[in-house]
C-alpha cells in the first residue's frame, strides 16, 4: 500500500468491503466466479495499484445470464412491499459501510472524499425512495365505452435489466438502476466502468450478503467485468430487455443501434455540455461559487459540470474578474485531503484530452484566461493533476461544441435581450444540464418556458450540476432522451398491460361494431 492510502485508512476500507487483491469480476450473488483477463485498478490520486479484479469470459456470461433469467421468474413473484424489504436491509449497509465505500470511490475514482461520500449517500437516498416505491407501482384505471366492463392498466417486472455506467459516478448510477429495478421485480446484471472495477466488485458483496440472508434467488444482483467487448454481450442479448446505459455520446450511439436492431428498450443517459446563463440581473457572488463548483467539481468530469458560461456583456468584466480571482484560490492535490478543492483526471488519456482541448480552443482563436497545465513534483506523481482552466471562445467553436471530460469553461458573451443566450446555450448537440443566474422573474420563466431550455435539466439560481434524487434525471438531444431515478422514472423498467373485464352476459363490442352470429 501507498504512503496516502495508508495514511487515508484505503486497507481497512478495503477489509471492511470484502475486497482481496484479486478479485472475481463475476458474480451471481454470494457465487463469484472469473475466467477472464486480469484489470489491474491504479489510483489516480498517486498511481499506486490498490487490486485486481478478473474480468468476465463469454461462458462466465452464459452462467450468469442463465441465472439472472432462471431468478427473474421467482423474485417477480414475490409481493412489491417483500422486494422493498429486501432493498431497505440493502440501504442499512450502505449506511454502515458509507465511509469506507466513500474512501474507495475517491480513491479508485479520484473525486473528493466529500463526493464519494456524497456519492455513497445518493445511493442511500435512492434505496429509501425504491422502498415507498414498493407500495405504490400504480396503473390507472380508466372508464370502459361498454356497459358492463372494466378497464384499467397495471405493470408488471420486465425481466433481466442490463446496466453498463461510467468511471465517474462508478456507485450511484447503479444503484439508481437496481433500487428501482428490483421494487419493480427485475433481474439486474451491472458492467461498471473497466476504469473503477474495484467499486463494482464491494457494491455487488454488499447486495449479495444481504440477498443471502433473505434468500432472494441467485441472480438478481449479478455483476460481469470488462471493457466494451463484456458489454456488448448484454446489448446483443435479446434474454435482456432493457439496456441503460450510461456514457459518452459514442459508445450511446452503438448501444442504441445494437439494441434497437433486436428491438429492445435502452436507457440512454449520454454526455451533456451544459450552459449556465448569467444574465445583467444575477447575483454575481451565487453565480461565481456555482460556476466554479459545477465546472472544478469531480475535476470537471461530471456529465452535468459547466463547461460554457453565457455572461450578458454589460456585467462580463465583473464576472470574469471575480471568476479568474477565484481560480487562484483553488487547491489542487489528493482528493482524500480534505483541504483540497480539486483531484486528479481519471488517467492519462483524459489528460491528453484536456491538453488537446486547450491548445484547439487556441487554434480556433479564443482567448486562454487562466493557464492550464499539467502538475509535476511528488505530490501529483500519478501524473492526472491538471490545472482548472478557463478560456474566452464562441459557440460555434468545434472544441466548445464538443464535451472534454475536464475542467476546461469556455466564456461566452451576449448582448441584448436573454433569447439571445438561449439560442447560444441550446446551439449544441447536448441537452442535459442547463442554468440561468437572474433575480429577473420574467428572464427566469421565460428560460423554463416552451421557447427556453432544451435540456432534461433546467435550473433557476443554481448551477448546473448536483441533482437531487427524487426528480427524473436525463437529458435530451444527443444526451438520449433517458430517464433514471425519482419521479416515474421507474415504468421503464416494467411492461404495462392494459385489462378490460367483462361483467355482463353479452359480449358488445367496441366502437359499436355490429357483429351477430
Ligand atoms: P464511456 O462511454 O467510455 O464508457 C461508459 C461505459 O460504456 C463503460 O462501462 C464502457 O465499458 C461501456 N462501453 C463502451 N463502449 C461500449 C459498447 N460499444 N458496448 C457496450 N458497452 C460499451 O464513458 P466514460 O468515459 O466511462 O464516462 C464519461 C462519459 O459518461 C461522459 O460523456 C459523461 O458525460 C457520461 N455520463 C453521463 C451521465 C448521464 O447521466 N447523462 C452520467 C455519467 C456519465
Request: charged share 25%; aromatic share 8%.
Amino acid at each position: 500500500m501507498s504512503e496516502i492510502a495508508e495514511n487515508f485508512g484505503i486497507s481497512e476500507a478495503l477489509k471492511e468491503l470484502g475486497l482481496q487483491e484479486t478479485n472475481n469480476g463475476t458474480s451471481t450473488g454470494k457465487d463469484f466466479f472469473s475466467n477472464g483477463d486480469v484489470i489491474e485498478s491504479y489510483s489516480p490520486v498517486d498511481g499506486s495499484l490498490i487490486g485486481k479484479v478478473k474480468t468476465t469470459t463469454k461462458e462466465d456470461y452464459e452462467k450468469v445470464i442463465s441465472t439472472a433469467s432462471k431468478g427473474f421468474k421467482e423474485w417477480r413473484t414475490w409481493p412489491a412491499p417483500a422486494r422493498g424489504e429486501v432493498v431497505r436491509q440493502f440501504n442499512e449497509e450502505l449506511r454502515r459501510l458509507k465511509e469506507p465505500l466513500g474512501k474507495l470511490v475517491s480513491f479508485e475514482m479520484g473525486k473528493s472524499y466529500q463526493e464519494g461520500l456524497g456519492e455513497v449517500q445518493e445511493m442511500i437516498d435512492i434505496c429509501d425512495f425504491a422502498v415507498g416505491l414498493s407500495r405504490q407501482l400504480h396503473g390507472l384505471t380508466m372508464h370502459s365505452e361498454r356497459p358492463g366492463h372494466r378497464m384499467y392498466e397495471q405493470y408488471h417486472p420486465l425481466g433481466v435489466v442490463g446496466i453498463i455506467s461510467a468511471f465517474n459516478f462508478p456507485v450511484a448510477v447503479w444503484s439508481w438502476n437496481t433500487a428501482l429495478a428490483w421494487v419493480c421485480g427485475d433481474a439486474c446484471i451491472w458492467k461498471g466502468s473497466e476504469k473503477t472495477p474495484l467499486t463494482s466488485v464491494a457494491c455487488q458483496n454488499i447486495a449479495a450478503n444481504v440477498f443471502a440472508k433473505n434468500d432472494v434467488p441467485a441472480g438478481i444482483s449479478s455483476l460481469i467485468t470488462g471493457d466494451y467487448k463484456v458489454g456488448e454481450l448484454m446489448t446483443n442479448d435479446k434474454r435482456v430487455p432493457l439496456i441503460s446505459a450510461t456514457g459518452s455520446i459514442r459508445m450511446g450511439k452503438i448501444v442504441a443501434q445494437a439494441v434497437a436492431a433486436r428491438l429492445g428498450k435502452s436507457l440512454l443517459e449520454l454526455g451533456g455540455n451544459n450552459a449556465i446563463i448569467v444574465t445583467p440581473d444575477a447575483d454575481i457572488k451565487n453565480t461565481v461559487i456555482g460556476a466554479v463548483f459545477g465546472a472544478v467539481g469531480t475535476c470537471g468530469q461530471r456529465c452535468t459540470s459547466t463547461r460554457r458560461l453565457i455572461i450578458h456583456e454589460s456585467i462580463y468584466d465583473k464576472v470574469k474578474d471575480a471568476l479568474v480571482r477565484a481560480y487562484k484560490q483553488l487547491r489542487i492535490g489528493n482528493p482524500l485531503d480534505e483541504n483540497n478543492h480539486v483531484g486528479p483526471l481519471i488517467d492519462k488519456d483524459a489528460v491528453k484530452n484536456y491538453q488537446k482541448a486547450l491548445d484547439q480552443v487556441v487554434e480556433e482563436g479564443g482567448n486562454i484566461l487562466v493557464e492550464g497545465g499539467v502538475l509535476e513534483g511528488e505530490a501529483y506523481e500519478s501524473g492526472c493533476y491538471v490545472k482548472p482552466a478557463i478560456a474566452e471562445a464562441e459557440n460555434d467553436f468545434k472544441i466548445v461544441q464538443h464535451e472534454t471530460f475536464a475542467p476546461v469553461l469556455y466564456l461566452l458573451k451576449y448582448s441584448g435581450d436573454v433569447s439571445n443566450a438561449l439560442e447560444l446555450q441550446n446551439g449544441v448537440v447536448q441537452g442535459l444540464s442547463s442554468a440561468i443566474m437572474t433575480n429577473n422573474l420574467r428572464e427566469a420563466e421565460r428560460f423554463l418556458s416552451v421557447e427556453g431550455s432544451d435540456c432534461g435539466i433546467a435550473n433557476v439560481n443554481i448551477g448546473t450540476s448536483g441533482a437531487e434524487i427524487g426528480g427524473a434525471f436525463g437529458g435530451e438531444k444527443e444526451t438520449g432522451g433517458g430517464r433514471e431515478s425519482g419521479s416515474d422514472a421507474w415504468k421503464i423498467y416494467m411492461r404495462r398491460q392494459t385489462n378490460t373485464i367483462n361483467y355482463t352476459t353479452e359480449l358488445p363490442l367496441a366502437q359499436g361494431i355490429k357483429f351477430d352470429l
